[in-house]
C-alpha cells in the first residue's frame, strides 16, 4: 500500500470515529477517558497538533467544534452529565498510575 492510499484510509478511519462520537453523545468523555486513555478532547487536541504540523493554525476550540460537531459549550450542555464519585475516583487514580500528561486533555474542574 503507498502512503497516499494508506493517508485516505486513515483518514477515512478518523472520519468514522468522530461520527461515532458524535452519534454516542451518550458517552460521557470521563468514561472514556477511564476505560482508553482518550476521549473526545484529546482527538482534538492531536487533530490540532497535526494541524500545526502542517503549518495550519487552529485554536482548540475550532478542533474540538470538528471533533464535537457543534461549539463544545453548547455539547456540554446538551450531553454532558455530572460525573459520579466512583468515576471520578478512577480517573484520579488513572492520573496518578499514568500521570498528569495521562489527564492532559481535562482543561476543567471535575
Request: charged share 30%; glycine share 6%.
Amino acid at each position: 500500500m503507498d502512503d497516499t492510499r494508506r493517508s485516505e484510509i486513515e483518514a477515512a478511519v478518523f472520519r468514522r470515529l468522530v461520527r461515532h462520537f458524535r452519534i454516542r453523545a451518550d458517552v460521557q468523555n470521563i468514561d472514556v477517558m477511564n476505560t482508553a486513555g482518550f476521549c473526545r478532547n484529546c482527538l482534538a487536541k492531536w487533530y490540532r497538533a497535526a494541524a500545526a504540523d502542517q503549518g495550519v493554525t487552529l485554536s482548540y476550540d475550532d478542533a474540538r467544534e470538528i471533533v464535537y460537531g457543534m461549539p463544545y459549550d453548547d455539547w456540554k450542555a446538551k450531553h454532558q452529565t455530572k460525573a459520579a464519585a466512583d468515576t471520578v475516583q478512577a480517573f484520579k487514580e488513572g492520573i496518578a498510575r499514568h500521570g498528569e500528561a495521562g489527564a492532559a486533555w481535562f482543561d476543567e474542574p471535575l
